[in-house]
Nanobody
Framework: QVQLEESGGGLVQAGGSLRLSCAVS???????????MGWFRQAPGKEREFVAA????????NYADSVKGRFTISRDNAKNTVYLQMNSLKPEDTAVYYC???????????????????WGQGTQVTVSS
């Protein structure tokens, strides 16, 4: 079993910044280096949507158009942790943010939630206007 635990959410004013972290642990944690990782978010009354993804080694990334240029995904394979730096936050960024893992050795670049196998419990991000 694999566990993902997000942290770093909170309340911030529009224009502010937050940094989310996702620590991966569990029996198969040593597969972390071979897994793409992603962030999704879900606002009240809306479907879960893709935010960002990162390749195994962290060299390649992909972003939703709505966050491109403001958010940065990164990873530290030595710490089994993935991050989401969020700058210039807007009220429409308010949502529960979820960290998720792509299956080992599979193509990391996917925006479909069904292509990920393990999910964290989510962390709330609220941006006030």
């Amino acid at each position: 079993q694999v566990q993902l635990e997000e942290s770093g959410g909170g309340l911030v004013q529009a224009g502010g910044s937050l940094r989310l972290s996702c620590a991966v642990s569990g029996r198969t944690f040593n597969n972390f280096n071979n897994c793409g990782m992603g962030w999704f978010r879900q606002a009240p009354g809306k479907e879960r949507e893709f935010v960002a993804a990162i390749s195994w080694g962290g060299v390649s990334t992909n972003y939703a158009d709505s966050v491109k240029g403001r958010f940065t995904i990164s990873r530290d394979n030595a710490k089994n942790t993935v991050y989401l730096q969020m700058n210039s936050l807007k009220p429409e960024d308010t949502a529960v943010y979820y960290c998720t893992r792509r299956r080992p050795f599979e193509n990391w670049n996917t925006v479909k939630s069904g292509d990920y196998d393990y999910w964290g419990q989510g962390t709330q991000v609220t941006v006030s206007s």
